[in-house]
């Protein structure tokens, strides 16, 4: 684990508040959810990609190196829909 060199006191219900620059750094909203686990002796935090990568699109989400793509952007990707500023890279190659 890295230090962040940041604390947060947990308050009577609970709850602590994640510093503004993390949620900047990990992209995290207002209404995002994020995972809890156990890793032995540490709480982790996962945020849950909960819409399209690309377009924001929260219906037929498909996973692809722990992102989430919509069902119309893997076909555009799977095609490389040069009309809508998509390269000609197949879904394989593509790096997010």
């Keep these: ?3 962040t060199g940041m ?7 609970g ?15 207002p209404g995002d959810e994020l995972e809890i686990g156990v890793d032995g002796a540490s709480i982790l935090l996962r945020k849950i990609e909960a819409r399209c990568v690309f377009c924001g699109a929260e219906a037929e989400l498909r996973p692809y190196r722990h992102k989430q793509v919509c069902a119309t952007c893997s076909q555009e990707l799977l095609t490389g829909d040069a009309q ?3 390269v000609d890279t197949p879904l394989g190659d593509l790096k997010l």
């Design 15 to 29: 709850r602590i508040v994640l510093p503004v620059e993390m949620r900047r750094m990990f992209g995290i909203h």
């Design 1 to 3: 684990m890295v230090s």
């Design 7 to 13: 604390a947060r006191k947990v308050d009577d219900l």
């Design 84 to 86: 809508n500023g998509f």
